[in-house]
């Protein structure tokens, strides 16, 4: 009540001022709300940019250096290439025509927004491209400052550590040769922004000025993106072509730099063919267009089928990683999820000591990963007298080497049925099925307990009107339960499968050298290459590789598992 009373008390006096007073008291009030909004996100911003931001950017950084405990030479996309071959240069091509596809979507979508409010507002462009200079501006200084600031440690080897010399230096490295007219650039980038954003928004006094010049930065960004992409992958082909040709290698680069990424754009022109088909005037046009999209697409694939080529020439260590991981993944999630849902359905029922299996199950979760594993690998030990090895002897079968053993488990089954497995067929090794079991004990409690909610939000009502239309339990649980489930089961499988990505406390208690790395996952063979072989630039490489994987994933169980989820 009291703040009403402040808000008319203060239009009454507003409105006692002259008009062109009134304006400018408006204007300073809203700048002052505007003001406030930024300061009081300012706080999350600075700790998104400094905890999430930047350790990503100086991963990315890392990633083209030669780096062992200090940063060495630039290697561009040596690292990269090291792991998965020449693709690295097609993925960081695609990555480059992807940011200008997306600048000129974004430039399209903004177009047909215009034309349907009415707004004239291409002039826009320019503010847009003042605010991208400026954001590119300030990339270009920061990545010419941190390695002037990375080399300080070299510089104070030997000599006496103070306070003094550390800002000394970090004032040098302000004050470097090629840092400083980047700041200068940058500061000169930023007025205009700000003068850019000034005048503009006093011109045009619209809502949307703002959002159009942020989209409008967003594409000049992209599209600068693209072409440095797309320069930088250049240099470094051609200076992989030149060394190839120094050593007298075949360099075989620019053939499949040019029929993958043409392969890719083939398939790009070919959903679009065939999304205009439906727009077709006629029968003739339409099935053209179809017959059209279908050639392109073959011509994709063959163009495409380069790829197995490149991915041999890639790092054994990280294929075979990916591999477990692919394993792993596989092995884990259908099984865990089908698992819990069968004991969130019995633990639902109205049983007695129903809560106390809910917490037994649910134990297994909260039980610290490092402990339980230990025990996982007593249990599952080599020796005769582990208990699952005692388990086996009870029943007549051979004891078996279990975390030590490297074979894949159908050719173990293959040889005990006297039938030869060909070596594609070999499946996960014994290794790492143990860690399968493992994975599947600990997540199927909270994979219940989530589905033991999903369970409590199902109307009865539904399950009630099912049961006097005659309908039994199996019917019930497969055209009505299940179907309500869906948010539930698309949720813990996308959590599940990023889970078995990167996974890796309890993989590092069960790995066993004798196993002969079969049992290291991606994220293993990362944290070897980082902590064991010292190689932090290439290890960065990796992780980038795998955020790549997990993210490809993400999208396309979005695409196929989320289309079919019902919310009711």
Do not use: C
Not at 11 to 26: A, Q
Not at 127 to 135: F, Y
Not at 289 to 313: D, Q, T
Not at 315 to 338: C, E, H, N, R
Request: hydrophobic share 55%.
């Amino acid at each position: 009540m009291t703040r009403s009373v402040h808000s008319q008390h203060r239009e009454l006096k507003d409105e006692r001022l002259p008009l062109g007073s009134r304006f400018g008291v408006l204007r300073l009030r809203r700048v002052r709300e505007y003001l406030t909004g930024y300061l009081m996100v300012a706080p999350a911003v600075i700790l998104i940019f400094i905890f999430g931001i930047f350790p990503v950017g100086f991963a990315l950084y890392v990633s083209l250096q030669k780096w062992r405990l200090k940063r060495g030479d630039f290697l561009g996309l040596k690292n990269f290439a090291g792991a998965i071959g020449n693709l690295a240069y097609v993925a960081a091509f695609a990555l480059g025509i992807a940011a200008i596809v997306v600048a000129i979507l974004l430039v399209i979508r903004l177009r047909k927004e215009m034309r349907e409010n009415k707004d004239k507002a291409w002039w826009l462009v320019a503010i847009g491209l003042l605010h991208a200079a400026m954001i590119g501006s300030f990339a270009r200084w920061f990545v010419l400052l941190l390695p002037e600031v990375l080399d300080i440690a070299d510089k104070i080897i030997g000599v006496e550590k103070t306070r003094e010399l550390f800002n000394r230096l970090l004032g040098e490295a302000f004050r470097a040769e090629n840092v400083l007219p980047a700041f200068y650039i940058f500061l000169l980038t930023l007025g205009l922004s700000i003068a850019g954003y000034v005048l503009s928004t006093r011109a045009w006094r619209n809502p949307r000025n703002i959002p159009y010049q942020a989209r409008f930065a967003l594409s000049w960004l992209a599209v600068g993106l693209g072409i440095l992409l797309i320069v930088f992958t250049a240099s470094q082909v051609i200076s992989a072509y030149t060394a190839a040709l120094d050593t007298g290698e075949d360099p075989g680069i620019w053939p499949q730099i040019i029929t993958i990424s043409s392969g890719i754009l083939l398939l790009i022109a070919a959903w679009f063919v065939w999304r205009s088909a439906q727009d077709a005037d006629s029968s003739r046009g339409f099935w053209l267009k179809i017959l059209s999209a279908f050639a392109l697409l073959v011509g994709g694939w063959l163009l495409i089928g380069e790829v197995p080529v490149i991915l041999a020439a890639g790092d054994d260590d990280l294929w075979m990683g990916l591999k477990a991981t692919i394993f792993y993944s596989a092995g884990t999630v259908p099984f865990q999820l089908g698992i819990a849902l069968f004991l969130a359905v019995m633990l639902f029922q109205k049983l007695r000591g129903s809560e106390l299996f809910r917490m037994m199950y649910f134990l297994t979760y909260v039980t610290p990963t490092v402990a339980s594993a230990a025990v996982f690998r007593q249990l599952f030990s080599s020796r005769q007298s582990s208990l699952i090895n005692q388990i086996l002897k009870v029943f007549g079968m051979e004891r078996q080497f279990w975390l030590q053993e490297p074979s894949g488990v159908f050719t173990m089954i293959g040889e005990s049925l006297g039938i030869s497995v060909p070596e594609w067929a070999a499946g996960p090794s014994l290794a790492l099925v143990v860690i399968m079991i493992f994975s599947i004990w600990v997540y199927v409690g909270y994979d219940t307990v989530i589905y033991l909610a999903g369970l409590g939000n199902i109307s009865t009502e539904l399950i009630e009107a099912a049961e006097i239309d005659g309908a039994g339990r199996w019917a019930i649980f497969r055209n009505v339960i299940f179907p309500l489930l869906s948010p539930t089961t698309y949720f813990l499988s996308l959590m599940a499968i990023i889970g078995t990505f990167k996974a890796f406390q309890h993989i590092w208690v069960l790995r066993n050298e004798l196993a002969l790395r079969t049992s290291d996952t991606f994220s293993v063979t990362i944290f070897v290459e980082f902590f064991d072989k010292v190689r932090y630039g290439y290890a960065s490489a990796l992780a980038f590789v795998l955020l790549a994987i997990i993210v490809t994933l993400t999208i396309i169980n979005n695409r196929v598992q989320g289309s079919r989820v019902f919310y009711g």
